[in-house]
């Protein structure tokens, strides 16, 4: 076994949709900063869910700065274009399992993927599609920021979402949850159990 497989994998999942192309987000994540940004956040792979249309750009982007190895900047990269079963794998592959390290899912903001992520308790970065109509994913990921539940991610500025879900990932572990108010009681999670399991003082 070589040092890098003995090395805890940290996956970085990005899914860009099944239905809309999203080449903005594929660009930014094919890109040696930001590549180099999950390097040196300890970062071990790259996964890629490219959509109907993007696998000619993540073709290119291999062939041009991996000379045919799917290893850039010690980054292990793989990618496909959809999944019939849905996402599930892919997103318990970046909440980290076994020896692993939890990782992260990028994701455009279409809410179906943004609930899925959130349901397996994984750091998430919403990107918005701003090439929708009637876009209303931008909005989505403002609140959803503002109420500590995801990073909110713009395509040209990856490599800082990456750091800023590295914080995200601390302010999950804190009790009470960051998104969940302040606890009135100043009893802490053993009087949230106490009250959930019907206890009284």
């Known amino acids: 076994m070589t040092l890098d497989n003995a090395r805890p994998r940290k996956l970085c999942f990005v899914t860009i949709g099944a239905t809309a192309s999203f080449d ?23 996964q890629i869910q490219y959509g109907k ?9 291999i062939a041009e700065h991996g000379h ?3 290893t850039i900047c010690g980054i292990s990269i793989t990618g496909f274009g959809f999944n019939k079963k849905g ?11 076994r020896n692993d390290k939890e990782g992260v899912v990028i994701s455009h903001a279409g809410s179906g993927s943004i609930l899925d992520a ?9 990107v918005p599609n701003p090439g929708l109509l009637d876009n209303h994913q931008e909005e989505l990921a403002e609140i ?5 539940y995801v990073v909110h ?10 750091k800023e879900s590295e914080k995200l990932r601390e302010r999950h572990k804190l009790w009470p949850p960051v998104n969940s108010g302040a606890d009135p009681s ?4 053993a009087g949230v159990m106490d009250d959930e399991m019907g206890f009284v003082d």
Not at 144 to 148: I, K, S, T
């Open 53 to 61: 249309e993007g696998r000619m750009i993540f073709d290119d982007f």
């Open 153 to 162: 991610g713009k395509s040209n500025n990856l490599p800082a979402a990456i």
């Open 186 to 189: 100043g009893r802490g999670l």
């Open 68 to 70: 045919g190895e799917k």
């Open 118 to 126: 959130l349901r397996i308790s994984v750091p998430l970065i919403v």
């Open 87 to 97: 996402l599930g794998q892919e997103m318990l592959g970046a909440k980290g399992q």
């Open 144 to 148: 959803l920021a503002e109420q500590g």
């Open 24 to 46: 903005a987000l594929l660009s930014a994540v094919l890109n040696r900063r930001f590549l180099e940004t999950l390097r040196d956040t300890g970062y071990t792979d790259l």
